[in-house]
């Protein structure tokens, strides 16, 4: 992932910059070598999917299998398009949802341009504690749906058990719990980095080639709240956002990017995110990856607001922390996670979809903080 | 019972940007005529007795002759067509009708067919006389009357004119048009060529039936026989096209292409907000293919978006659909494509408009316009293949460059070459499909 290759590759479909090596277009997914067998289309190893949270209709109260429109709300007619909108309707695996307590939700979504969703997502709640796992598979790499889909599950179940359910329970005073949770992140960083490896050998292993070979890998982003407490984790471009409802919103993450090292470097923000090589991570999980321990980073909210954990195909769009504020409270009509969440993919799609768009809110509010 | 298939044609690429879809959906149905054939007749069976037929004609001074014994004859050649157990009645019309079988005296209006019958309708088909002025609107009351006192799906009129329609406003007969679409089907003819072409156009268009020209008397009993085999193999009464297009679209026209262009667009009947009806009247085992075209906002490249759902209804039930797609693409190699089937109707509908437009205005005296309009015509004859519109068009203009449709027109032709030309400008070919 060297920014210092000469060598200037771009897609034949849309004129993006590849990095060096690629064999698959990090913004449309067009395959840039001789069409493999994983161009475009669905990997042959998929992992089971936890029940999608469906939701029930409200003049009869069910659940079936009718699967809500993504674009529009409507339903998807037995022929596969929606009823209203005539958008088509997606595999689990390109549009899911997940609702643990009404006030967490997330919705992960292919978007328009790639032809599959290699962005994943994994949450979990109870009472005052939430758990929001993000992680976004390398587009260059195949496979990395599976390795995405890994990842975020082992790394959620890894903070559910240090959850008040579970068996290494993070407590004490705020300071002694920012400690035990940044402890619980580089577990679950750890732990979704060994889902990657384990995908990816099982991956090797099915087509008979080395797990060295172009071996899938993705992005890692988690936010626990713990009652008061923020605790954000991270290796890659994915991000944790506090938006509270009054004062400064914050971008509570720092990407392991190109484009991040430049603006350290003092590069203008808006030039940085626009280069060429914006996209290039230097630290991910996969086979690969140097290492797989996340950064942390805590806060304690002083009133509410939404936490918001995202994939760079919504923050591509509204990249600054206050602009992300106001489209989230543009779009949050009520309290509800899910629907804003819903909101927030709509919009980016509209904007053009150009990667996968992965949304997870949590309301935080002092109700909830209060519990403790 | 009856099948319906319906199959797709088009180029679901748009280029950024674009907005308008066109697609081909060709219908077939099989399994009408078998029902038909049966003679069992049941409440939604498709059966001789799921068929009422009534042949309606001229009786007006002017048929006297050679029309008159013609027609008289055709009339009961139909009669022979007509199965056993199929509900039918006799017209005759002048500036009023008459019903001419049962008679005028019988307490029933239709009657079953039955060797009596056939029989007792040759008889009084051959006591018909022609004598009076020509007011169609009244033989289309009088079938009105008729098909209302029996309760079968199918109901199809035949009507025979030799003459303008000239005991009666115009408007009378646009009243009574509209007051009896959709309660039967018409397939109107014209013996001879002192009829004219758009007064019977507009009947048979919106009953859903056919207009021809029949040159020579001694051919009507020919014809007739064949619209009465036809009528009795649609075993299928009542078919819709539906289309559904999605919220925020516009449908630009819904287009009978085969076997003949009929422009449904404006016969539209609301199912629900995104779904419209078009009657498309009852079905023998046959294809025809329609043209539709649907605006929709345009969309990010890479996105795919279901542009129509067209379907075949027969009742409220759906027999066959088809799915009319969009999917944006910045690759030109995919949206410059234009589907064959699309380009080859599209021609054959601005054919069948140039040829109507260029008579019409040959007919007013403006020279140049037909000119134009017949030239454009010999050439869309000929870049879509339609050999019989090209042998046609010639009777009625010199071809100087068929490539680039420049013709003169004829001095002294022949007013039936007009219109045969006319009445069969929409008769289609098909695309041929590789």
């Not at chain 2, 068009?393 to 006319?422: F, H, P, S, Y």
Request: aromatic content about 4%; glycine content about 10%.
């Amino acid at each position: 992932m060297s920014a210092e290759d000469s060598s200037d590759v771009r897609c034949p479909r849309c004129g993006e910059h590849a990095a060096p090596g690629a064999r698959f277009c990090e913004n449309c997914g067009t395959s840039l070598g001789a069409p493999g067998p994983d161009a475009g289309a669905p990997s042959e190893v998929t992992l089971e999917l936890a029940p999608t949270v469906v939701d029930p209709d409200p003049a009869t109260g069910d659940a079936s299998n009718q699967r809500a429109c993504a674009a529009c709300g409507g339903v998807i007619a037995p022929d596969g398009y929606c009823a209203d909108c005539g958008t088509p309707g997606q595999s689990e695996r390109d549009h899911f949802e997940e609702r643990p307590a009404a006030w967490v939700a997330g919705v992960c979504d292919r978007g328009v341009r790639h032809a599959r969703n290699e962005d994943a997502m994994a949450l979990a709640a109870g009472g005052s504690f939430a758990a929001l796992v993000v992680c976004d598979g390398v587009s260059s790499a195949p496979d990395s749906d599976v390795a995405s889909l890994a990842a975020s599950r082992a790394a959620r179940d890894v903070l559910v058990a240090y959850g008040p359910q579970g068996s290494s329970t993070v407590q004490g005073a705020t300071s002694r719990r920012v400690t035990g949770w940044t402890d619980a992140m580089v577990a679950a960083s750890r732990a979704a980095g060994q889902a990657v490896r384990g995908a990816a050998e099982q991956l090797a292993a099915t087509k008979g080639k080395d797990v060295t070979d172009d071996p899938p890998s993705c992005t890692f982003v988690a936010a626990v709240v713990d009652g008061d407490l923020i605790v954000a984790g991270w290796l890659g471009d994915s991000r944790v956002y506090w938006l509270p409802d009054a004062g400064p919103a914050e971008q509570l993450s720092v990407d392991d990017s190109w484009a991040q090292e430049m603006i350290a470097a003092g590069v203008p923000r808006a030039q940085a995110e626009t280069s060429p090589q914006a996209h290039a991570i230097t630290r991910w999980l996969g086979p690969d990856a140097p290492d797989t321990d996340a950064r942390c980073a805590a806060t304690v909210p002083s009133g509410p607001g939404w936490l918001l954990v995202c994939s760079d195909g919504l923050w591509n769009y509204c990249s600054d922390a206050e602009s992300m504020g106001e489209l989230v409270r543009r779009y949050a009509t009520s309290d509800d996670p899910h629907s804003t969440a819903a909101a927030l993919v709509r919009w980016a799609n509209a904007q053009g979809g150009r990667d996968n768009i992965t949304a997870a809110l949590a309301r935080v509010s002092p109700t909830v903080t209060g519990q403790r | 019972m009856a099948e319906f298939s319906a199959e797709v044609f088009q180029n679901e690429f748009l280029s950024d940007g674009a907005t308008d879809v066109h697609a081909v959906v060709s219908v077939t149905c099989t399994g009408a005529g078998a029902g038909a054939a049966a003679g069992t007749a049941g409440p939604a069976g498709p059966a001789a007795g799921g068929v009422a037929e009534i042949v309606a004609v001229d009786t007006s001074g002017s048929m006297q002759g050679r029309n008159m014994e013609a027609a008289k004859h055709a009339a009961a050649v139909a009669v022979d067509q007509i199965p056993d157990g199929t509900l039918f009645a006799i017209v005759g019309g002048s500036h009023v009708a008459t019903r001419i079988f049962p008679y005028p005296n019988a307490r029933v209006p239709m009657v079953a067919m039955e060797p009596g019958a056939r029989a007792e309708a040759k008889r009084a088909i051959g006591t018909m006389s022609a004598s009076g002025g020509t007011a169609i609107s009244t033989w289309l009351r009088l079938a009105d009357e008729l098909f209302a006192t029996v309760q079968v799906p199918n109901k199809h009129l035949i009507l025979l004119t030799d003459g303008k329609n000239e005991s009666e406003p115009s408007a009378h007969l646009d009243q009574m048009i509209a007051n009896v679409t959709g309660r039967f089907q018409c397939d109107a003819r014209g013996v001879g060529d002192r009829w004219v072409v758009e007064e019977l156009r507009k009947i048979s268009t919106a009953l859903l039936g056919t207009v021809d020209l029949i040159a020579r008397p001694e051919d009507i009993a020919e014809d007739f026989a064949a619209l009465v085999r036809k009528s009795v193999s649609r075993g299928v009464a009542a078919v819709d096209l539906r289309v559904w297009a999605p919220q925020g679209s516009q449908v630009l026209f819904v287009r009978q292409v085969a076997p003949e262009v009929d422009d449904l667009t404006s016969r539209r009947t609301e199912v629900n907000p995104l779904t419209g009806a078009y009657p498309t009247g009852a079905w023998a085992d046959e294809t025809r293919e329609y043209h539709v075209a649907v605006r929709v906002p345009a969309k990010p490249v890479g996105s795919e978006q279901l542009a129509a759902r067209v379907q075949v209804a027969v009742g409220d039930e759906v027999a066959a659909s088809g799915l009319v797609k969009a999917k944006w693409s910045d690759d030109s190699t995919l949206t410059a494509r234009i589907s064959p089937e699309v380009a080859h109707y599209t021609g054959q509908a601005e054919l069948a408009s140039a040829i109507q437009e260029g008579l019409a205005a040959k007919a007013a005296g403006d020279e140049a316009t037909a000119t134009v309009k017949l030239g454009r015509a010999v050439q869309l004859a000929a870049e879509t293949g339609n050999d019989e519109a090209t042998s046609r068009l010639r009777k009625i203009v010199d071809v100087e460059n068929e490539e680039e449709g420049t013709v003169r027109l004829k001095r002294n032709t022949a007013k039936l070459d007009e219109m045969a030309l006319d009445t069969a400008s929409t008769k289609t070919t098909r695309v041929r499909r590789a």
